[in-house]
């Protein structure tokens, strides 16, 4: 089925690709991408890898090339970071409204002002409404995974819309990790080749990209919505297959733990492994605390995180990222929005923590912990906490 | 054969906004803007083709005998092919209401 | 390459009409202006693709006019996507059939790959996808429709807007004589690129036109055709002057008709005795505040231009012996 290898992530996900018989490349380096699209570059010019590797001028014109060779009927793959992710902005909503199968790793990179090139979440955070499919994965192995497995989602004719795999920069793109590569014909019977629906062929010739008045666009929209709220279903089914095939199963929101916590974190991303050795140490300790992985981002689990979060008292929303001026904390705004409706809820607090790659560590957890529980019992003294800001 | 475009429900709309048939927009008279029309006098035509040519619409259709006359559904009456007649045959007529 | 020659325009060209073809890729029942000389072009330029050929077009005139959801009025598989980027979706297009074909997935040779935008998505915000995909050697044909502003959101300028031009935002006034740079030239630009074939072509001059477009299309690798496309609404000109002014705009040389052949020049359309521009600027609206010293300069660049261009055609070619393969240096000095 695989074989176990040590190997940096960057190079697992460009496995994945290759594995997944992309056909078509277009992608521009940014840090901490780089890795990733390189290693592509090496496979296709060692004829590793049958496809076309476009080396664009721009992210924009990467995902606007992406657009045409999916449009062409190709299976179309690219990968970006924050400001890449930031330049292709417009094309996003495009690619997602006029339903292109494209699949996207992003190598979560804080976003500029000041400069920074280490990990956070506000890169794709400043993207939540773009109408693709967001998935986040917590180490090298999820990420291989996932890419294979977003082929196969966005390509599913009753899907067919684009999709993200985030996955950390620095610290899951550039680690080493023990992981198992699938081999080809495992993958192969997994991910079949991809139909388009509509292609650009002058034997059936489509207008796409027509303009919508007022009458039609809400109509258009809804349709988006729709698909994209549907696709869940897809999603859950396409990682159970998988898991019949790697022994790895993914859920959209995962539990750590927690049963009988009255305390929960919830982390995306890497920080979910970290924020695991914390909850030991705590229930060591006596805490009852438990974690929430959050998985699947769009389209947002609703009945999976209530699930998963009923019998809590205080909720802990750890964001890597904020939303200035607002709510600030992403993940802790849409979360809160989640539970709005319903009756029995804890309370949810969010901390910002490891904005700008800052490290974040078991012992940042403990803090934040007690630091959360004292201010759920006093009152919350803040509308949202910027934890370890010095000053 | 498209509907207004306030009568469609959202999954009438194919996927993504595709356009599926090709050429639709024939289906929109924009003969009704014009406010003048051209007129062939036949005696002075050298069925050369010109007019066709510069037709921006395509309204200029081929007659049997291979003389040329407007088509009214999308004649927007703009007078290029008044103004490009090599004979100077056509002449441009206001519309009648 | 060489099957259809100097497309050369002569008297003989108006009465060969009838032999262009009938059928029609850009359909009526566009909402373009009455007299538009860019539908015009477009119409054209779609019959010289032909039918097997996929067209990725910028936001526009073009694309408005011809795709408000539910109606469309492309015969031709055709994609929009935005504004500044229709070369490198061209560019997706492309390698996407390339590699479609490699892998035998596609019935038949892979079609031809056009990208058709204004001024404004070529010259301005679309500069960087082109010289991209120029640069990356695509095998595709970009046509710019020029006319000459960016006249879908209300006739505001842009580089290809001629010096002393009105537009809303280049307006006359008592600090400004109008546009005050003189046009972008674009034919310099993707002949600097290494492009195998550029050349200029009008709707006036329809067998040009045409069998530069062939042409275009047939030359393996890019290529780039600049239209200009008279446009009444924006040019404050009469409706049915749009033919008239491109034919003007070549006979004054404001817009002479060429083309670049691996870099060598060649006029299509020989002017023998330049007119003046002011036969050319008198029945547009938007020249009308000029006075005579801006009319004086805008006559001695067009003459000077034209004069270069003229030079450009005369010059010798290969300007410089191509560069010798470092091996076969090596063995021509071995072989010694």
Redesign the interface.
């Known amino acids: 089925m695989g074989h176990r290898v040590g190997m940096e992530v960057s190079i697992a996900v460009s496995h994945a690709v290759q594995l997944a018989r992309a056909e078509a490349i277009a992608a521009y380096p940014i840090t901490p991408q780089t890795h990733i699209v390189e290693h592509l570059s090496s496979l296709v010019a060692n004829g590793e890898l049958d496809a076309e590797f476009i080396t664009v001028e721009s992210e924009h014109s990467a995902l606007s090339a992406c657009i045409g060779t999916s449009a062409a009927g190709a299976r179309t793959y690219t990968a970006t970071s924050s400001q890449g992710l930031a330049l292709m902005f417009e094309i996003l909503f495009i690619a997602s409204a006029m339903r292109f199968p494209i699949v996207m790793n992003v190598a979560n990179r804080a976003l500029s002002g000041p400069l920074n090139i280490w990990n956070d979440h506000s890169d794709i955070m400043a993207a939540r409404d773009i109408g693709w499919i967001q998935i986040f994965v917590e180490n090298g192995q999820e990420a291989f995974d996932h890419t294979i497995m977003a082929f196969k989602i966005a390509e599913n004719h009753k899907v067919l819309l684009p999709t993200i795999v985030n996955l950390d920069g620095f610290i899951l793109s550039h680690v080493v990790e023990a992981l198992e590569i699938l081999d080809q014909e495992a993958v192969d019977k997994f991910l079949p080749a991809y139909h388009p629906r509509y292609r650009l062929d002058p034997k059936e010739p489509v207008t796409m990209g027509a303009f919508a008045m007022p009458e039609m666009y809400t109509e258009v929209k809804m349709a988006h919505q729709v698909a994209l709220t549907n696709a869940y279903d897809q999603i859950v089914k396409v990682w159970e297959e998988y898991a019949k095939l790697s022994g790895r199963q993914y859920q959209p929101v995962e539990r750590y733990k927690t049963k009988g916590a009255k305390v929960l974190l919830l982390t995306m991303g890497s920080l979910s492994e970290v924020a695991e050795i914390a909850v030991d140490e705590l229930r060591e300790a006596g805490v009852p605390v438990g974690l929430v992985k959050l998985r699947l981002w769009r389209p947002f689990p609703f009945a999976d995180l209530r699930a998963a979060v009923a019998g809590a008292e205080l909720l802990i929303v750890c964001d890597r990222a904020l939303s200035l001026g607002g709510a600030a904390g992403p993940v802790m705004a849409e979360v809160r929005s989640a539970f709005y409706p319903v009756a029995s809820q804890p309370q949810i607090l969010g901390y910002a923590i490891g904005l700008g790659g800052r490290d974040v560590s078991p012992q940042t957890f403990k803090e934040v912990v007690s630091q959360a529980q004292r201010e759920a019992q006093q009152g919350p003294s803040q509308e949202f906490y910027l934890f370890g800001v010095r000053g | 054969m498209s509907k207004p475009m306030d009568q469609y429900t959202w999954q009438e709309i194919a996927i993504g906004g595709i356009l599926i048939e090709p050429g639709s927009a024939r289906e929109y008279r924009v003969g009704d803007w014009r406010s003048q029309h051209p007129v062939w006098t036949k005696s002075r035509c050298i069925r050369c083709g010109v007019c066709w040519t510069v037709c921006p619409e395509a309204a200029i259709l081929e007659e049997p005998e291979g003389y040329f006359d407007m088509n009214p559904t999308y004649c927007k009456g703009c007078g290029t092919c008044a103004r490009e007649c090599v004979t100077g045959c056509i002449s441009m007529i206001p519309e009648e209401e | 390459m060489e099957k259809f020659g100097t497309a050369q325009s002569q008297k003989f060209d108006?009465?060969a009409?009838?032999l262009?073809p009938r059928e029609?890729f850009?359909?009526?029942?566009?909402?373009?202006c009455?007299?538009?000389?860019e539908?015009?072009a477009v119409?054209?330029v779609c019959k010289a693709i032909g039918?097997?050929?996929?067209i990725?077009n910028a936001t526009g005139c073009m694309?408005?006019v011809?795709?408000?959801?539910?109606?469309?009025?492309?015969?031709?598989?055709?994609?929009?996507?935005?504004f500044?980027?229709t070369?490198?979706?061209?560019?997706?297009?492309?390698?996407?059939?390339?590699?479609?074909a490699?892998?035998g997935?596609l019935?038949g040779p892979p079609?031809k790959v056009v990208a058709m935008g204004g001024d404004g998505g070529t010259t301005d915000i679309g500069l960087?996808?082109l010289?991209?995909a120029l640069?990356?050697g695509h095998d595709f044909t970009y046509i710019c429709l020029d006319n000459e502003a960016y006249m879908n959101t209300g006739i505001q300028r842009s580089s290809s807007t001629p010096y002393g031009a009105m537009t809303t935002t280049s307006p006359p006034g008592k600090m400004s004589i109008g546009q005050h740079t003189w046009k972008k030239d674009m034919i310099a630009i993707a002949v600097a690129h290494g492009v195998p074939y550029v050349a200029t072509a009008s709707?006036s001059y329809?067998f040009d036109l045409f069998f530069k477009v062939k042409k275009a299309l047939q030359t393996p690798g890019p290529a780039y055709i600049h239209v200009l496309s008279v446009c009444p609404t924006g040019w404050r000109s009469a409706?049915?002057?749009?033919?008239?002014l491109g034919r003007l705009a070549v006979e004054t040389g404001v817009f002479p008709l060429y083309e670049v052949v691996n870099g060598h020049y060649r006029l299509t359309v020989e002017v023998p005795k330049l007119r003046p521009v002011t036969h050319y600027m008198k029945p547009q609206g938007r020249f009308r505040h000029l006075r005579a010293p801006e009319i004086d300069f805008i006559q001695r660049q067009t003459t000077a231009r034209y004069e270069l261009l003229l030079q450009k055609c005369q010059a010798p070619y290969p300007e410089f012996p191509p560069l010798i393969h470092a091996e076969k240096a090596e063995e021509g000095e071995e072989g010694q």
């Not at chain 3, 039918?51 to 996929?54: F, L, S």
């Not at chain 3, 409706?239 to 008239?244: A, C, F, H, K, T």
Request: aromatic share 6%.
């Open positions: 108006t009465y009409s009838r262009l029609e850009f359909t009526s029942g566009h909402r373009a009455q007299g538009c000389g539908a015009l119409r054209w039918k097997d050929a996929v990725a694309e408005i011809s795709s408000g959801m539910p109606q469309t009025a492309w015969m031709h598989p055709w994609i929009h996507v935005a500044e980027n070369a490198a979706v061209a560019s997706g297009v492309e390698a996407g059939l390339k590699v479609l490699r892998k997935k019935s079609p960087q996808a010289s991209g640069e990356r709707p329809l409706i049915d002057l749009s033919v008239r």
